[in-house]
């Protein structure tokens, strides 16, 4: 079964560290582009960041730039994203996601998501 | 950055009747879009690609149109489950992705 399993979330205080990964199973982890795409309360989707198949390029929503980094360990398969400098915005559900349909760019397999809260 | 506007943002439709959801790109994305499904609770799940290419699994009563800057995401004949939020997201001019507000598809 394809599976993606996030974990990691949690209540941090503004300005604080966290570190969200996400266990693949079920298809060729190494082969794909792996994203995050995360939702605030009550809001719509944003895409949050994507790592390449062997983890050299990156790219990040503007919102993130600087304080969030993405990879990955295909030995392990799995997805990271270290997030520093956390601020009540950055509260959200977050989602690993991939895109397995070639050449379309869609978001084909979704995590569960992960619960983190920014909150003194 | 690609804004993509879904309307409308609510959308009131009977069991059994069609619903017709619109996206609108503010530069063209060719066939570059996808549509979602989320439900509460859920992550969202991919129903269209390429404008109009129904993913594995997908009931035909869905179907989606365009290209370019419009977009349409039609259900023929709304089934219970349908009702959730829809949203498009384009893949043409990235990164950012980005994906609409969301259209709320509730039952009339």
């Known amino acids: 079964e394809v599976q993606l399993v996030e974990s990691g979330g949690s209540l941090i205080q503004p300005g604080g560290s966290l570190r969200l990964s996400c266990a693949a199973s079920?298809?060729?982890?190494?082969?794909?582009?792996m994203h995050w795409v995360r939702q605030a309360p009550g809001k719509g989707l944003l895409w949050v960041s994507r790592?390449?198949?062997?983890?050299?390029?990156?790219s990040y929503a503007d919102s993130v730039k600087g304080r969030f980094t993405i990879s990955r360990d295909n030995a392990k398969n799995t997805l990271y994203l270290q997030m520093n400098s956390l601020s009540v915005e950055d509260t959200a559900v977050y989602y690993c996601?991939?895109?397995?349909?070639?050449?379309?760019?869609?978001?084909?397999?979704w995590g569960q998501g992960t619960v983190v809260t920014v909150s003194s | 950055e690609v804004v993509m506007t879904q309307s409308p943002a609510t959308l009131s439709v009977s069991p059994g009747e069609r619903a017709t959801l619109s996206c609108r790109a503010s530069?063209?994305?060719?066939?570059?879009l996808a549509w979602y499904q989320q439900k509460p609770g859920q992550a969202p799940r991919l129903l269209i690609y390429?404008?109009?290419i129904r993913a594995t699994g997908i009931p035909a009563r869905f179907s989606g149109s365009g290209s370019g800057t419009e977009f349409t995401l039609t259900i023929s004949s709304l089934q219970s489950e349908d009702f959730a939020v829809y949203y498009c997201?384009?893949?043409?001019?990235?990164?950012?992705?980005?994906f609409g507000q969301g259209t709320k598809l509730e039952i009339k």
């Open positions: 996601a991939t895109m397995t349909i070639r050449p379309a760019r869609a978001f084909d397999i």
């Open positions: 079920g298809f060729t982890f190494s082969s794909y582009w």
């Open positions: 790592v390449n198949t062997d983890g050299r390029s990156t």
């Open positions: 530069q063209s994305v060719s066939s570059n």
């Open positions: 390429g404008a109009s």
């Open positions: 997201q384009q893949y043409n001019d990235w990164p950012p992705y980005t």
